[in-house]
C-alpha cells in the first residue's frame, strides 16, 4: 500500500471514530451535554465528558473523578479498562482513534517550516507526559483533597486542550450565560489550547510526544500488546525513510539480519513507516507465531 492510500484510509478511520464517540448531534444543537446510559462507560481515547456530543465517558477523567471522590477508592474499573486497551492495541489508540490526534493531524497538514527539537531537548522533554500523568492524573486528585474529601480532577480542569477545545468552546458558543461567567480559568485553558494547536503546526503531534497522560500510559504497553509492528532487517537497506516520515520521530533500527520489534513507547502505530519503507522490510505481526510470521 503505497503512503497516500495508506493515510487517506487512515484519516477516514479517524473521522469515522470521532463521530461515533460524538455522535450525539442533539448535544451540539442545543448546548447540552449528553446524561445517557453510554455516559457510565470509558471510551479508549480522549474524548471530553463535557463535549456536547460524546456518549461516552474519558478514561483519565473518570480516574480523576473517583480517585478524587469522597469515597476514597481506588478505580480498578477505569484502570482494569485501560489495560485491556493498553495489551490489546497499545498506542494505535492514539494513532487511528483518538479526536484529538486527528485535529493535530490535520493541523500537520498546514504548509509551515516545522521545529526539529534537539534530541539533548526533545528526550527530557517527552517525560513530561508521564510527569502529568502521576502528578495530575492520581497524586493530585488522591491527596489534595478539600475539606469535604474532593479534589479537583486537575488534568481536566486546569490542562487538558482536547476538553476546551470539544467541551468548552461548544457549550460557551451555545450558552449565553455560560459565557457570563467565564473567568480567569477559562483564559488559562484557552492560552494552553492555543499553545498546543500552534504547536502542532510546527511539530507534529506535539500533544501527543509531550503532554498526553494516556498516550503516556499506553505507551507502556507497546511492547507487550497484542497488535505490533515488526522490522524484519534482512530486508532493511537502511535508508530511514521510515524515520523520517514519522510523526513521533521515533528512531527505527538499522539494517541487519533480525527480525526486531518496534515496541518504542512512543510510537502510536500509525503505520506510516510501513506504508512508506520501499523495501516493504515493516509488518504487521499480531497472535501469530513468530516463525510463521517470518515467513
Known sequence: MNVRKHNRIRRIIQIASAAVLNGYAAGFAGGRIFTGAGKAFCVPVLNCYACPGALGSCPIGSMQTVLGGSRHRFSFYVLGLLMVFGIALGRLWCGFVCPFGLIQ?????????????APKVDKPLRYLKYAVL??????????AKNQYGIADAWFCKYICPAGTLEGGIPLMLADRQLRSLAGALFSWKMLILIVVLIGAVLIPRFFCRYLCPLGALYGLFNRYSFYQLNLDQSCCTGCNTCTQVCPMAVEIPKAGDK???????????CGRCKAACPAGAIRVKGLRNEALYRN
Not at 493531524?105 to 527539537?117: T, W
Not at 526486531?260 to 510510537?267: F, H, N, R, Y
Open 105 to 117: 493531524d490535520l493541523l500537520g497538514m498546514i504548509p509551515a517550516r516545522r521545529i526539529k527539537i
Open 134 to 143: 502521576l502528578i495530575l492524573v492520581v497524586l493530585l486528585p488522591l491527596l
Open 259 to 269: 527480525l526486531v520489534q518496534i515496541s518504542s513507547t512512543e510510537c502510536i502505530r
